[in-house]
C-alpha cells in the first residue's frame, strides 16, 4: 500500500510522537502531501522491546487521516495500553515501532478462507469485540483453529465462540511496517 519513502514518514511520525511526549516537546506532525497518509484507514501501533509485545492499540476502522491516526496511537501504545506500564525515555532506543495499516474489514462466513499470515481476524459479538493482527499467527505458529480461537479469547469470549452463528466474523489484510526493515 505504502512506498518506501511513505513508510519512513509514517514511521517518523511514531517515533517523533513518542519522544516528543516524553520530552514535554510540542509536536504535532504537518500535513504530509502524500495522498494516501491523509486517507482513512484502519491502522494499529505496536511497540516490541527485545522481541516482546510492549504496547499495542489501533483503530479497527479509518476514523481520521492516516498520519493523524500513527501520531494518536504511537502515544496511546506507549502510554495508555493497560496491558503495560508507560513507556519511560531511557527505554525508547530499545523499542522498535511496527505500523499494520489495515485494509477495509469483510465479514467471513466461510472460515477455509482465512490464510495464516495473510488474514487478521475481528470477531465480534453483542458487547464483546477483539482483534489479532495477521503477524500474531505467524510469530505464535497458530493453525487455522488455534488462530480462531485465540481471536475467540482476545474479545473475551469462550474459545469456541467462532461456531456461534450470533459471532460475526472479519477479516482483514494488513501492509505491516517495521523499523528494523531498510526503506532507502
Known sequence: MLN?????????????SILSYLENND?????????????KTGVFVTL???????????YIVG???????VYEMARQAAFNDPRFE???LNECEEIEIEISIMSP??????????EIGKHGLFMKRGYYSGLLLPQVAV??????????????????????????NSTEIYTFFADIIKESDNYE
Open 4 to 16: 518506501s519513502g511513505e513508510k519512513k514518514i509514517i514511521l517518523d511520525i511514531a517515533r517523533k
Open 27 to 39: 509536536y504535532l506532525p504537518e500535513k504530509p502531501k502524500e495522498i494516501i497518509l491523509n486517507s
Open 48 to 58: 516490541n522491546k527485545n522481541n516482546h509485545l510492549r504496547g499495542c492499540i489501533g
Open 63 to 69: 476514523v481520521k487521516p492516516l498520519y493523524i491516526a
Open 86 to 88: 508507560a513507556v519511560i
Open 105 to 114: 474489514l469483510e465479514k467471513e462466513t466461510n472460515l477455509e478462507k482465512i
Open 139 to 164: 510469530e505464535w505458529n497458530y493453525d487455522r483453529e488455534s488462530f480462531l480461537r485465540q481471536t475467540c479469547l482476545k474479545a473475551g469470549m469462550d474459545e469456541k465462540c467462532y461456531k456461534d
